[in-house]
Protein backbone atom coordinates (compact mmCIF):
# COMPACT_ATOMS: atom_id res chain seq x y z
CA UNK A 1 0.00 0.00 0.00
CA UNK A 2 1.26 3.89 -0.61
CA UNK A 3 1.89 5.21 2.50
CA UNK A 4 1.38 8.47 2.72
CA UNK A 5 2.67 11.64 5.20
CA UNK A 6 1.08 14.98 5.75
CA UNK A 7 1.99 17.44 8.72
CA UNK A 8 -0.49 17.09 11.62
CA UNK A 9 -1.59 20.15 11.72
CA UNK A 10 -1.05 23.72 10.12
CA UNK A 11 -2.28 27.49 11.02
CA UNK A 12 -3.27 30.30 8.62
CA UNK A 13 -4.87 33.77 8.82
CA UNK A 14 -7.99 34.45 6.38
CA UNK A 15 -6.66 35.54 3.07
CA UNK A 16 -4.17 33.83 2.62
CA UNK A 17 -2.60 30.79 0.81
CA UNK A 18 -2.26 27.48 2.70
CA UNK A 19 -0.05 25.07 1.10
CA UNK A 20 -0.45 21.21 2.51
CA UNK A 21 2.35 19.16 1.46
CA UNK A 22 1.91 15.24 0.80
CA UNK A 23 4.52 12.39 0.93
CA UNK A 24 3.88 9.33 -1.00
CA UNK A 25 7.62 7.62 -1.62
CA UNK A 26 5.92 4.45 -2.68
CA UNK A 27 3.25 5.92 -5.31
CA UNK A 28 2.45 3.10 -7.51
CA UNK A 29 2.26 3.68 -11.89
CA UNK A 30 -1.46 3.06 -11.35
CA UNK A 31 -2.38 5.01 -8.42
CA UNK A 32 -4.18 8.96 -8.60
CA UNK A 33 -3.65 11.35 -6.38
CA UNK A 34 -6.80 12.56 -4.05
CA UNK A 35 -7.84 15.44 -1.40
CA UNK A 36 -10.58 15.18 0.62
CA UNK A 37 -12.12 17.91 3.25
CA UNK A 38 -13.79 16.84 6.24
CA UNK A 39 -15.35 18.63 9.38
CA UNK A 40 -16.47 17.99 12.57
CA UNK A 41 -18.99 15.02 12.83
CA UNK A 42 -19.06 14.66 8.88
CA UNK A 43 -17.92 12.33 6.58
CA UNK A 44 -15.01 13.43 3.80
CA UNK A 45 -15.71 15.43 0.85
CA UNK A 46 -13.72 15.10 -2.23
CA UNK A 47 -11.65 18.74 -3.06
CA UNK A 48 -9.47 17.41 -5.84
CA UNK A 49 -7.73 14.55 -7.87
CA UNK A 50 -4.85 14.27 -10.02
CA UNK A 51 -2.50 12.37 -11.18
CA UNK A 52 0.62 14.85 -12.57
CA UNK A 53 1.75 18.73 -13.35
CA UNK A 54 -1.10 20.50 -12.34
CA UNK A 55 -4.85 20.53 -11.89
CA UNK A 56 -7.47 23.54 -10.65
CA UNK A 57 -10.59 23.55 -9.65
CA UNK A 58 -13.43 26.40 -8.29
CA UNK A 59 -11.69 25.33 -4.61
CA UNK A 60 -8.38 24.45 -5.08
CA UNK A 61 -5.19 23.69 -7.18
CA UNK A 62 -2.94 20.57 -6.90
CA UNK A 63 0.45 20.47 -7.74
CA UNK A 64 2.71 17.11 -8.56
CA UNK A 65 5.71 17.11 -9.66
CA UNK A 66 7.17 14.66 -12.19
CA UNK A 67 8.43 11.92 -10.19
CA UNK A 68 4.98 11.98 -7.99
CA UNK A 69 6.39 11.10 -4.73
CA UNK A 70 5.05 14.31 -3.15
CA UNK A 71 2.20 16.45 -3.75
CA UNK A 72 1.19 19.98 -2.43
CA UNK A 73 -2.70 21.13 -2.41
CA UNK A 74 -2.87 24.71 -2.38
CA UNK A 75 -6.23 26.52 -1.19
CA UNK A 76 -5.90 30.04 -2.33
CA UNK A 77 -7.30 32.70 0.44
CA UNK A 78 -8.92 30.50 3.03
CA UNK A 79 -11.76 32.00 5.01
CA UNK A 80 -12.48 30.72 8.69
CA UNK A 81 -14.94 28.37 6.94
CA UNK A 82 -11.76 26.11 5.61
CA UNK A 83 -10.90 25.50 9.34
CA UNK A 84 -11.12 21.19 8.48
CA UNK A 85 -8.86 18.55 8.47
CA UNK A 86 -7.23 17.67 4.97
CA UNK A 87 -6.26 13.89 3.75
CA UNK A 88 -4.38 13.12 1.20
CA UNK A 89 -5.53 10.06 -0.99
CA UNK A 90 -3.22 7.87 -2.76
CA UNK A 91 -5.07 4.60 -4.54
CA UNK A 92 -5.27 3.25 -8.10
CA UNK A 93 -8.36 3.80 -9.97
CA UNK A 94 -9.50 0.81 -11.82
CA UNK A 95 -7.62 -1.38 -8.92
CA UNK A 96 -8.93 -3.14 -6.16
CA UNK A 97 -10.13 -0.96 -3.15
CA UNK A 98 -7.44 -2.39 -0.81
CA UNK A 99 -5.27 0.21 -2.63
CA UNK A 100 -7.26 3.25 -1.20
CA UNK A 101 -4.85 4.74 1.33
CA UNK A 102 -5.39 7.82 3.34
CA UNK A 103 -3.37 9.66 5.48
CA UNK A 104 -3.32 10.57 8.80
CA UNK A 105 -4.43 14.11 7.59
CA UNK A 106 -3.58 17.36 8.23
CA UNK A 107 -5.93 19.74 10.54
CA UNK A 108 -6.15 23.66 9.29
CA UNK A 109 -6.58 26.11 11.41
CA UNK A 110 -7.59 29.73 9.64
CA UNK A 111 -7.91 32.48 12.17
CA UNK A 112 -9.29 36.05 11.38
CA UNK B 1 -24.41 13.97 1.31
CA UNK B 2 -28.01 13.26 2.20
CA UNK B 3 -27.88 10.66 -1.05
CA UNK B 4 -25.41 7.93 1.41
CA UNK B 5 -27.45 7.42 4.53
CA UNK B 6 -26.26 5.74 7.54
CA UNK B 7 -28.31 4.23 10.75
CA UNK B 8 -27.95 4.61 13.30
CA UNK B 9 -26.18 7.70 13.82
CA UNK B 10 -25.04 6.91 16.99
CA UNK B 11 -24.72 3.75 19.07
CA UNK B 12 -23.78 2.57 22.61
CA UNK B 13 -23.46 -1.80 23.38
CA UNK B 14 -21.70 -3.57 25.43
CA UNK B 15 -19.23 -6.15 24.43
CA UNK B 16 -20.05 -9.42 23.23
CA UNK B 17 -22.98 -8.12 21.34
CA UNK B 18 -23.81 -8.30 17.16
CA UNK B 19 -24.27 -5.33 16.09
CA UNK B 20 -25.25 -4.13 12.62
CA UNK B 21 -24.43 -0.79 11.02
CA UNK B 22 -26.60 0.08 7.82
CA UNK B 23 -25.96 1.91 4.95
CA UNK B 24 -27.88 2.89 1.87
CA UNK B 25 -27.33 5.11 -1.16
CA UNK B 26 -29.45 7.02 -3.89
CA UNK B 27 -26.90 7.67 -6.30
CA UNK B 28 -26.66 4.51 -8.30
CA UNK B 29 -23.47 3.67 -7.34
CA UNK B 30 -22.41 0.33 -8.08
CA UNK B 31 -18.96 0.61 -5.40
CA UNK B 32 -19.63 1.18 -1.56
CA UNK B 33 -16.97 0.93 0.76
CA UNK B 34 -16.74 1.02 5.03
CA UNK B 35 -14.59 2.29 6.59
CA UNK B 36 -13.40 3.23 10.20
CA UNK B 37 -11.71 6.59 12.03
CA UNK B 38 -9.85 6.33 15.09
CA UNK B 39 -8.14 9.84 16.14
CA UNK B 40 -5.04 10.21 14.85
CA UNK B 41 -5.25 7.13 12.44
CA UNK B 42 -7.11 8.58 9.84
CA UNK B 43 -9.89 6.74 7.65
CA UNK B 44 -8.86 2.85 7.03
CA UNK B 45 -10.61 0.29 4.95
CA UNK B 46 -12.85 -2.58 6.28
CA UNK B 47 -14.51 -3.74 3.38
CA UNK B 48 -15.57 -2.84 -0.35
CA UNK B 49 -18.54 -3.88 -2.73
CA UNK B 50 -17.72 -3.10 -6.36
CA UNK B 51 -20.95 -4.67 -7.31
CA UNK B 52 -24.16 -6.97 -5.52
CA UNK B 53 -21.90 -10.11 -5.80
CA UNK B 54 -19.01 -8.52 -5.08
CA UNK B 55 -17.33 -8.53 -1.60
CA UNK B 56 -13.54 -7.32 -0.58
CA UNK B 57 -11.38 -7.29 2.55
CA UNK B 58 -9.74 -4.13 3.11
CA UNK B 59 -7.03 -3.50 5.55
CA UNK B 60 -8.66 -3.91 8.76
CA UNK B 61 -11.51 -6.90 8.40
CA UNK B 62 -10.80 -9.11 11.49
CA UNK B 63 -14.17 -8.77 13.22
CA UNK B 64 -16.20 -7.51 10.99
CA UNK B 65 -18.47 -8.89 8.11
CA UNK B 66 -20.64 -7.06 5.33
CA UNK B 67 -23.62 -8.03 3.20
CA UNK B 68 -24.23 -6.38 0.12
CA UNK B 69 -28.52 -6.81 -0.01
CA UNK B 70 -28.54 -4.65 -2.82
CA UNK B 71 -26.94 -2.14 -5.09
CA UNK B 72 -28.13 0.15 -2.87
CA UNK B 73 -27.51 -1.13 0.80
CA UNK B 74 -24.53 -2.51 2.15
CA UNK B 75 -24.25 -3.03 5.61
CA UNK B 76 -21.36 -3.80 8.54
CA UNK B 77 -21.64 -6.09 10.86
CA UNK B 78 -19.32 -6.57 14.25
CA UNK B 79 -20.60 -10.11 15.04
CA UNK B 80 -18.73 -10.00 18.79
CA UNK B 81 -18.23 -6.12 19.62
CA UNK B 82 -15.03 -5.38 21.09
CA UNK B 83 -14.32 -2.18 23.24
CA UNK B 84 -11.43 -1.52 20.21
CA UNK B 85 -14.06 -1.16 17.92
CA UNK B 86 -14.94 1.35 19.24
CA UNK B 87 -14.84 4.51 16.68
CA UNK B 88 -16.38 6.26 13.98
CA UNK B 89 -17.73 4.28 10.97
CA UNK B 90 -18.19 6.20 7.79
CA UNK B 91 -19.72 4.32 4.27
CA UNK B 92 -19.41 5.61 1.08
CA UNK B 93 -20.01 4.91 -2.58
CA UNK B 94 -18.72 5.69 -5.94
CA UNK B 95 -19.05 5.16 -9.48
CA UNK B 96 -17.19 3.42 -11.60
CA UNK B 97 -14.04 5.56 -12.81
CA UNK B 98 -14.64 7.54 -15.61
CA UNK B 99 -12.40 9.77 -17.68
CA UNK B 100 -9.96 9.16 -14.41
CA UNK B 101 -11.50 10.40 -11.99
CA UNK B 102 -12.68 8.52 -8.85
CA UNK B 103 -14.50 10.63 -6.12
CA UNK B 104 -16.02 8.50 -2.86
CA UNK B 105 -19.24 10.21 -1.65
CA UNK B 106 -19.55 9.83 2.43
CA UNK B 107 -22.11 9.34 4.84
CA UNK B 108 -22.81 11.05 7.74
CA UNK B 109 -20.96 8.51 10.05
CA UNK B 110 -22.08 6.34 12.85
CA UNK B 111 -20.13 7.05 16.12
CA UNK B 112 -20.15 3.42 17.95
CA UNK B 113 -19.22 3.08 21.41
CA UNK B 114 -18.45 -0.66 23.00
CA UNK B 115 -18.67 -0.60 26.91
Not at chain 1, 25 to 31: E, G, L, P, S, V
Not at chain 1, 67 to 75: C, E, P
Not at chain 2, 59 to 73: F, N
Amino acid sequence: LAKTTQPISMDSYEGQEVNITCSHNNIATNDYITWYQQFPSQGPRFIIQGYKTKVTNEVASLFIPADRKSSTLSLPRVSLSDTAVYYCLVGGITGGGNKLTFGTGTQLKVEL
Amino acid sequence: DADVTQTPRNRITKTGKRIMLECSQTKGHDRMYWYRQDPGLGLRLIYYSFDVKDINKGEISDGYSVSRQAQAKFSLSLESAIPNQTALYFCATSDFPGQGKHEQFFGPGTRLTVL
